[in-house]
């Protein structure tokens, strides 16, 4: 099947004045860049598998009421085997992604509660971020309809001609490196994505979605140890961090 029920198959509804917020974490990606021939997701970080510590900022994360997790069709059953070994109860559903990021979390879309008031997307390859990180892109989103995490640019930034000859030297004050979680209201994460499959356009960043479809974002504190995991290098970096945590196990 390309689409795994999990948790609850009745109608999950917001409790209180909170509103309904989905993630859909992203893990479809092939990882050709790790160089290992498995999905950089499912390698172990101090023991654990990196999904799974993606997985736990969600489930206790205070606003995120289910997660949508889209994957490729390789790695569903051992996906599947994570959620039921560590109980995440907030996963639902486990969809097959798409051959590119966008059609990834289109995909995911179409699976999210019907009740979802906002969207969180994630990268799976992002496994230390924090409830905490979660849930103030959470209230930024609520307050401004689009929120994303980033962080400001420590080095100084060079801008070159295509030979490497420096141009400008900016302002790097002004400049953020954009993480994810990235929340987006319902309504305007889908009219993005009408916009831009009509325009043809295939984004890397949800952020470009709605900015293309003349939204604006709202960029909120991320965290400096919410790297991405892309290379065998990265794997080294992220399990100094979980050990300087006190969270290797």
Known sequence: MDLLNFAKSF?????????????????????????TGKCKQLLPLCGIAAIARTLSA????????????VTNRLDLHEMGSIIKEFGFTKVTKIVIGGDTRQKSAAIGLKAVNENAAYIA???????????????????????NSAAAAAVKVKDTLKIADENGEVISTPNRERYWAVQTPQIFSAQLYREAF???????????DDCQLIEAAGGKVQLVEGEYTNIKITTSSDISQAEAIIRARGDAF
């Not at 009408?194 to 890397?204: Q, R, Y």
Request: proline share 4%; charged share 25%; hydrophobic share 40%.
């Open 11 to 35: 109608c999950m509804k917001p409790q209180g004045n909170e509103p309904f917020i989905s993630a859909i974490i992203v893990a479809a990606g092939k990882s050709t860049r790790m160089g």
């Open 58 to 69: 969600f489930e206790t994360s205070r606003y995120i009421r289910e997660v949508i997790l």
């Open 121 to 143: 997307v994630h990268d799976g390859a992002r496994p230390l971020v924090s409830a905490a990180c979660i849930d103030r892109v959470a209230e930024g989103a609520m307050k």
């Open 194 to 204: 009408e916009k831009a499959n009509a325009s043809g356009n295939d984004f890397t």
